[in-house]
Nanobody, 115 residues
Framework: QVQLVESGGGLVQAGGSLRLSCAAS????????MGWYRQAPGKQREFVAG???????NYADSVKGRFTLSRDNAKNTVYLQMNSLKPEDTAVYYC?????????WGQGTQVTVSS
């Protein structure tokens, strides 16, 4: 089982930055992949960015060049650095982990970008 605890959301003006953190309850090397999804009001949850246990990353087209995923192996933590934020980035952001064909989710953290 994997427990995920997110932090770092908040309110920021357009053009600003935020960094989200997702701390896992076990070594991230034991997790097949981790990533971030987001869900805006009235919309479906969508993929934002992901990283495999081998360190490969991929991003949604809407965030490429603005968001960067990284990890601290010693802290079992994955970070999402979000720069040049736009009002359309406003959503609840969820950390996601995939391990042994099971999917785990964090509780979500709100990101609000004002225009």
């Amino acid at each position: 089982q994997v427990q995920l605890v997110e932090s770092g959301g908040g309110l920021v003006q357009a053009g600003g930055s935020l960094r989200l953190s997702c701390a896992a309850s076990r070594s991230i090397f034991s997790i097949n992949s981790m990533g971030w999804y987001r869900q805006a009001p009235g919309k479906q949850r969508e993929f934002v960015a992901g990283i495999t246990s081998g360190g490969s990353t991929n991003y949604a087209d809407s965030v490429k060049g603005r968001f960067t995923l990284s990890r601290d192996n010693a802290k079992n933590t994955v970070y999402l650095q979000m720069n040049s934020l736009k009002p359309e980035d406003t959503a609840v952001y969820y950390c996601n982990a995939n391990k042994d064909l099971l999917v785990y989710w964090g509780q979500g953290t709100q990101v609000t970008v004002s225009s």
